[in-house]
């Protein structure tokens, strides 16, 4: 609860969770938000710039870009979600069991996942569509596999600092099964650096999506999605700027937010963090008692 008031009490964060909340409620009530259909064609209506009839514009087939853009954050949402859940579940017990047994399985386990992070992650992310084929369900798993290895690093990091632990020791030592000391003592004390890569990896599977389905291996057409409108938008970047504008400022709205808010996870959930923060908050307050005294 501390923990949520300082992070509310910071303009950054507030603003981030303000946005993000608010891409949520478009997702969720997309259509009611939409002008129009994703996919409804005018093109009487084509290429027309922003203005009361269309806010956002027109693109080359007349299909409203605000619809399109409200139908896409439900997308960029989706993969996200889907993906690093994958990520975080494959990942973490991965790191769990590397950093809480050590020796041959710590060092089978994270070879594994030195071989996929030897490769950049936009390259192995296509290098799974290319054996799966594309599509959005692809491009999740994709996504996920991609940042599996960043969350058993992070987990296996901050399991190796609890696993010395007096209480952890204590327990093993009056036969706490390895099972109930994992998820009661291990885990939720490895946890906070583990939320805020939750939040980063956010962040970089929007990106990720988007890239994807600019290339054309992610969302397909007709289906709307951030990328893929700025994929469609690139050839009238002059003639009609507004196609990839608004869907880019979508993108850099929401993995901005998500930034922010793993920073301000990051400042909340470190002890240390945490004290200054306090402190800082205090001093305020005491300098006008004092002045009032």
């Not at 870009?65 to 960029?76: D, E, P, Q, T």
């Not at 859940?85 to 994270?110: E, N, P």
């Not at 192995?124 to 996920?144: D, H, Q, R, S």
């Not at 632990?165 to 004390?189: E, K």
Request: proline share 6%; charged share 15%; aromatic share 8%.
């Amino acid at each position: 609860m501390v923990a949520l008031k300082l992070l509310l009490t910071s303009p950054q964060s507030l603003f981030a969770l303000v946005v993000l909340v608010g891409v949520v409620v478009v997702a969720v009530f997309d259509e009611q938000i939409a002008p129009t259909g994703f996919n409804e064609v005018d093109v009487e209506q084509r290429l027309q710039p922003p203005g009361p009839g269309h806010w956002f514009g027109t693109d080359d087939l007349g299909r409203d870009v605000l619809s399109r853009v409200v139908l896409g954050a439900k997308v960029s949402l989706q993969v996200g979600a889907v993906a690093v859940g994958f990520s975080l579940v494959c990942g973490t017990v991965v790191g769990l069991l590397a950093g809480f047994y050590g020796r041959w399985v710590d060092t089978v386990l994270m070879r594994c996942m030195d071989v996929l992070f030897a490769f950049p992650a936009f390259l192995l992310a296509i290098a799974v569509i290319a054996v799966l084929g594309p599509g959005i369900t692809n491009a999740m798993i994709a996504i996920g596999v991609t940042y599996t290895p960043v969350f058993a690093r992070v987990t296996r990091s901050a399991v190796l600092g609890v696993r010395e632990q007096v209480y952890v020791r204590a327990s093993r030592s009056v036969g706490v099964s390895d099972l109930r000391l994992l998820a009661r003592h291990v885990l939720p004390n490895a946890a906070p650096p583990i939320i805020v890569q939750t939040t980063v990896s956010l962040a970089f599977a929007v990106l990720a999506e988007a890239a994807l389905s600019f290339v054309g291996l992610g969302t397909q057409p007709p289906d709307p999605s951030w990328g893929r409108m700025l994929a469609e938008g690139r050839g009238y970047i002059e003639l009609a700027w507004w196609i990839a504008v608004f869907p880019g400022l979508a993108i850099v709205l929401l993995v901005l937010a998500f930034n922010l808010v793993g920073d301000g996870l990051r400042d909340v959930l470190d002890p240390q963090q945490r004290s200054a923060l306090e402190a800082a908050r205090a001093r305020p307050g005491r300098r006008r008692r004092e002045a009032g005294s």
